[in-house]
């Protein structure tokens, strides 16, 4: 059964620091890892990693996979208020379905 | 270009009864992806309909069922609600043999049991 752990469950930062979000993973068949953000119902889609040690990058947000070791991290940098929400790390197996981890839930403090 | 939509936005139902929820999928997309996300944790995967079947299923009981129709809408259905069902039910979908980018997920119905 496919698996999804992250860490840690929440998180309360102060406006400009640096966070980082951990994904670990247990998948049959492997296609991607998706981050998403959940701000009040629909999760939003972030980034999607396929390849190992590739960093994607959007703003201040970037994130990175490690096929071998089955984790992913998502850094925020710079964090602002507008950054509170629960974000979700999911990965897709061979059958095509996401399997999410429980979420990190981040709070900014202005 | 219309996303996913769900309805409806919230509901409350009393232990026992039954409730139907519906999902258009995106434009172009042709399969469904029921998740339940209780409280606090993360979207649990119910299950999936593409060319109107039941292509797999997560570990939900049978009270759990659904359909999708040939315009590729889908609707779950359950039964004899228990409290334990109270979740925020969301509806993805997606284009079969398409990349990870391609879920795109509607904004759920709220769903409370008394």
């Known amino acids: 059964e496919d698996k999804v752990v992250q860490s840690p469950l929440s998180l309360v930062v102060h406006e400009g620091d640096t966070v980082t979000l951990n994904c670990s993973y247990e998948v049959t068949n492997f296609r991607s890892l998706l981050w998403y953000k959940q701000e009040k119902k629909a999760p939003t889609f972030l980034f999607m990693l396929?390849?190992?040690?590739i960093e994607k990058k959007s703003g201040r947000l970037s994130s990175i996979l490690d096929k071998k070791e089955l984790f992913s991290i998502l850094n925020i940098t710079a964090t602002q208020t507008g950054d509170s929400a629960v974000y979700l790390c999911a990965v897709e197996g061979g059958n095509e379905k996401l399997t999410f981890g429980t979420g990190t839930r981040l709070t900014i403090i202005p | 270009d219309a996303g996913v939509t769900q309805s409806p936005t919230h509901l409350i139902k009393t232990r026992g009864q039954q409730v139907t929820l519906r999902c258009s999928p995106k434009?172009?997309?042709?399969?469904v992806s029921w998740y339940q996300q209780a409280l606090g944790q993360g979207p649990q995967f119910i299950f999936q309909y593409y060319e109107e079947e039941e292509r797999q299923r997560g570990n939900f009981p049978d009270r759990f069922s659904g359909h999708q129709f040939p315009n590729y809408s889908s609707e779950l259905n359950v039964n004899a609600l228990l409290l334990g069902d109270s979740a925020l039910y969301l509806c993805?979908?997606?284009?079969?043999?398409?990349?990870?980018?391609?879920?795109?997920f509607g904004s759920g119905t709220r769903l409370t049991v008394v």
């Open positions: 993805a979908s997606s284009l079969t043999g398409g990349s990870g980018y391609g879920y795109t």
């Open positions: 434009s172009g997309h042709d399969t």
């Open positions: 396929t390849s190992s040690g």
